[in-house]
């Protein structure tokens, strides 16, 4: 079992900035990766971003320059910097961890991102 707290959304109006973050605790011997999906209504999960334990990164092209994740190793803990949001970035957002590079995805609960025009 892997237990999630995230935090850090909320609403906020068109080019404002949220942090979103989620620590990973439970049954996890070691973490390759973590990272944040997301999920607009009526659609399947996307990725947005993913970082390795070795700090390499990857990023949704339509998040690219205005994302930012970062990971504390020592802490299970993932952060989502996300700047000039936009009313398309409004989703469910979800935690997740990988235990290996061959492995399936845990989730977390997902916290609400809400961008008004």
């Known amino acids: 079992q892997v237990q999630f707290v995230e935090s850090g959304g909320g609403l906020v109006q068109s080019g404002g900035s949220l942090r979103l973050s989620c620590a990973a605790s439970?049954?996890?011997?070691?973490?390759?990766?973590m990272g944040w999906h997301r999920r607009h209504p009526g659609t399947q999960r996307e990725l947005v971003a993913a970082i390795t334990s070795g700090g390499s990164t990857n990023y949704a092209d339509s998040v690219k320059g205005r994302f930012t994740i970062s990971r504390d190793n020592a802490k299970n803990t993932v952060y989502l910097q996300m700047n000039n949001l936009r009313p398309e970035d409004t989703a469910v957002y979800y935690c997740?961890?990988?235990?290996?590079?061959?492995?399936?995805?845990?989730w977390g609960q997902g916290t609400q991102v809400t961008v008004s025009s």
């Open positions: 439970g049954s996890i011997s070691g973490i390759y990766s």
């Open positions: 997740n961890v990988r235990p290996g590079v061959a492995t399936g995805y845990y």
